[in-house]
């Protein structure tokens, strides 16, 4: 089971400070997940700048220009904000009893652990 998914609330922990020009403590909702390099696109953070040729579209209407996206980094550079309260923390797994129609199921429930003090 992930320990990061589409949607939620990540913090980025390492890199450059804020006041330096970094992405370091800021908090964003993960946008997508790439698996096979181990990275994720968060809304906010790690802003790059994308030249793409002018070109023509089917109505006649040009395209192109500069524009600004998110990048991925690294899964290891963001931790999941705990919503209580609000700091980055590690993620467990329990396995909880569900019941749905009559029929009792084993399931594997992600859950916030205890947030650290300067994670």
Known sequence: MAKIKKGDLVQVITGKKQDKGG?????????DILVEQNRVIVEG???VTKHSRVGQSDRGSRTGGI?????????SNVAIVDPSTKKPTRV??????????????????????KSGKDL
Do not use: S
Not at 67 to 75: D, N, S, V, Y
């Open 92 to 113: 467990g797994h329990r396995v909880e009893e569900q019941t749905k129609d009559g029929v009792k199921r084993n399931v594997r429930v992600r859950y916030a652990k």
């Open 23 to 31: 992405d370091r403590g800021k908090q964003g909702k993960v946008l």
């Open 45 to 47: 953070v790690n802003f």
């Open 67 to 75: 524009e600004t996206m998110e990048a991925p980094i690294h899964i």
